[in-house]
């Protein structure tokens, strides 16, 4: 299992109260991604772009409607690759990471509360969040679950990008990028790589991590931050 988390110093998964206890439990519930790129548009998960395989920036245009002018309006070039995304079978949590690895410049008490509380967005994904702090001890009972299934897994933090930008993906990158618009999820990402191709997710038993876990409400959990 290929694995980045470099600075990593806890792990976020926000979700319903029976998701939360479940995932206590040890069993991680992998949506196939295409979920995430065909889910209903009043979703706040949704994401058309995450099979995103190359983009070639944005044509702008000027827009008139009988020789009055509208505005500027974009023409996204973009190819993605739908096949792929049901054998890719996704975990998806808020990463935590140590200043130091973040930035040498001094922050402010702002900055950091701004970088390390979560977001309204983030914190509707559930009414409960589960913290891991004990990361180290989380992967390897993760790599350990792989290791008895036959397919191969990776972990790491999503690269957000400008998909008005030129970009090209590769079989390393692909299924961790995402529009720099969702920037604010933080998302470290443990991906599932099956040969799978229906529309149906994936069951990983790593076993209860209770001993390694705390629950709080959601509608609370920055009041849990505490910065001397």
Request: proline share 1%.
């Amino acid at each position: 299992m290929s694995k980045d988390y470099t600075g990593l110093r806890a792990l976020i998964k926000i979700g319903s109260n029976i998701r939360i206890n479940e995932f206590l439990d040890g069993k991680m519930y992998m949506c196939h991604l295409s979920f995430f790129s065909k889910t209903l548009q009043s979703d706040h998960r949704l994401d058309r772009n995450e099979s995103i395989i190359q983009s070639f920036g944005s044509e702008k245009f000027e827009m008139f409607f009988n020789e009055k002018y509208i505005g500027i309006a974009d023409n996204l070039k973009q190819y993605n690759d739908d096949k792929l995304l049901n054998t890719i079978k996704i975990f998806s949590m808020t990463g935590i990471y140590s200043i130091e690895n973040e930035s040498k410049s001094r922050l402010s008490k702002k900055d950091i509360e701004e970088r390390y509380y979560l977001s309204d967005e983030c914190l509707n994904f559930g009414e409960k969040a589960c913290i891991i702090f004990d990361v180290d001890e989380f992967f390897m009972r993760f790599k350990d679950a792989v290791k008895k299934t036959p397919f191969c897994a990776k972990a790491g933090p999503i690269k957000y990008i400008n998909l008005n930008e030129t970009y090209k993906s590769n079989l390393n990158t692909f299924g961790m990028v995402k529009d720099s618009a969702y920037k604010y999820q933080r998302e470290y990402r443990l991906s599932l790589f099956t040969n799978c191709m229906k529309e149906e997710g994936y069951i990983l038993d790593i076993g209860s991590i209770r001993d390694i876990a705390k629950v709080v409400d959601t509608n609370d959990f920055n009041n849990h931050f505490k910065f001397r």
